[in-house]
């Protein structure tokens, strides 16, 4: 590990190319208060600009207990919708941005912290996580994207019964209903990521850029131009210099294979 810079809300840790962000605020279950968002705001923008990809996981028990309530419960509308849409922007330049964001999930994965964990790229729960959104017990509502980001990875119907019922969901059952994408032992989420991390790290920059930022753009648009805009990127990422070069260490066997499931290498 090289470059260890951990500061009171926020630890990070720059391996290799890939940045590890820690939530560090273990007393209050890594509760995201103004002061942890502004804090994430910078470790997020120092990885975007010096790794090639970012493992955002929690120190502690839990991943994050969501938004920090004792701060909420002060604030007026005005405040609030001013949070809200901070939260919104900060979050976008993790969804949106030019490098990859693994999310280590354990524990509590609950409210604005699944909202978080929402809008990165890769999620890897442990086998200690639980999901909820307890924002009807709490007389709220999401409020750091979730509307949109979670309700398009669980689907509406069963987020709306998330939040309606409190129910509490498993790693198994979030990984059955797309919430993550990736199970891991108790304890085995952060190298599952870091793991994932360096393998998205590996692509070419461009290639990720256009799958962070073309691919869920064109899910907002109609079939027709969502192939438009496929053809566009697809020319424009072939059209590097790193594409040519990755080309031909395939075609010239430099480059690594696919690594052939032993199931289908059997059959
Ligand atoms: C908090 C928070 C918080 C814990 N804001 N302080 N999120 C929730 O509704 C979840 C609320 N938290 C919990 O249900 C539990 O804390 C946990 C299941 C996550 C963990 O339980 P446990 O037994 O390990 O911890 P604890 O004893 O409940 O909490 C330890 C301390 O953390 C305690 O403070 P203390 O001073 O009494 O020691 C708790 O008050 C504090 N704590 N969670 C503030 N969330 C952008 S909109 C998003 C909207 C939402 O996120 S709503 C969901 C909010």
């Not at 909202?115 to 990165?120: I, M, N, W």
């Amino acid at each position: 590990m090289a470059d260890i810079a951990s500061e009171e809300l926020i630890s990070y840790v720059l391996k290799d190319e890939v940045a590890l962000i820690g939530l560090n605020r273990p007393a209050k279950r890594n509760a995201i208060s103004d002061r942890v968002v502004e804090a994430l705001a910078v470790a997020v923008d120092r990885a975007t600009n010096e790794a090639r990809a970012a493992v955002i996981h929690g120190h502690g028990d839990h991943f994050c207990a969501g938004l920090d309530l004792g701060e909420h419960v002060q604030k007026g509308p005005m405040e609030a919708i001013r949070g809200s849409r901070r939260w919104h922007e900060i979050f976008a330049r993790i969804e949106r941005g030019t490098i990859p964001f693994v999310s280590a999930l354990h524990g509590a994965v609950v409210g604005g912290g699944l909202e978080l964990a929402a809008a990165t790229h890769i999620r890897v729960a442990d086998e200690t996580a639980f999901f909820a959104l307890p924002e009807g017990q709490r007389g709220i509502f999401v409020g750091g994207g979730g509307a949109v980001r979670i309700a398009r990875l669980m689907g509406p119907a069963r987020m709306g019964d998330f939040m309606l019922t409190g129910r509490v969901a498993t790693a198994q059952e979030a990984e059955r209903w797309g919430l993550v994408q990736y199970l891991a032992p108790a304890g085995g989420a952060v190298d599952k990521a870091l793991e994932l991390a360096a393998r998205a790290a590996s692509n070419a920059p461009m290639s990720n850029y256009a799958i962070l930022n073309a691919l869920p753009r064109i899910q907002d648009m109609s079939s027709e131009d969502g192939l438009f805009v496929e053809s566009l990127m697809s020319s424009l990422t072939s059209a590097t210099p790193e594409a040519e070069e990755r080309l031909r260490a395939f075609l010239e066997k430099r480059a690594r294979r696919l690594d052939i499931p032993q199931a289908a290498a059997d059959g």
